[in-house]
Nanobody
Framework: QVQVVESGGGLVQAGGSLRLSCKVS????????MGWFRQAPGKEREGVSC????????YWTDSVKGRFTISRDNAKNTLYLQMNSLKPEDTAMYYC???????????????????WGQGTQVTVSS
């Protein structure tokens, strides 16, 4: 049984930082690309970042480039998202997802990910 569990969300002031973690069990973590997605109220879920199984390829949505860092520790079956210089528009539920293959696809969209966590809320106050 695959489990994907996010943690680390919270309330932070604009300009602050948070580090999200995602612990995965029940699959060979180092065989799969991993991704972070987010969904704000009333909006579609959007991809934030995708990282290949070895960490050699990383993709970003433009709005977080230079502020967020994705990383993974395959020995700990854990994915991370370091978020700096947070803005109110980063407020959303953040989801971790396990990909269906080793690498991020060109579009790395929701259908490319097979297992999802329940999400962790990030709220950035102005």
């Amino acid at each position: 049984q695959v489990q994907v569990v996010e943690s680390g969300g919270g309330l932070v002031q604009a300009g602050g930082s948070l580090r999200l973690s995602c612990k995965v069990s029940g699959l060979s973590f180092d065989d799969y690309a991993m991704g972070w997605f987010r969904q704000a109220p009333g909006k579609e879920r959007e991809g934030v970042s995708c990282i290949s199984r070895g960490g050699g390829s990383i993709y970003w949505t433009d709005s977080v480039k230079g502020r967020f860092t994705i990383s993974r520790d395959n020995a700990k079956n854990t994915l991370y998202l370091q978020m700096n210089s947070l803005k109110p528009e980063d407020t959303a539920m953040y989801y971790c997802a396990a990909g269906r293959s080793h690498y991020c696809s060109g579009s790395w969209s929701r259908p490319d990910f097979g297992y999802w966590g329940q999400g962790t809320q990030v709220t950035v106050s102005s």
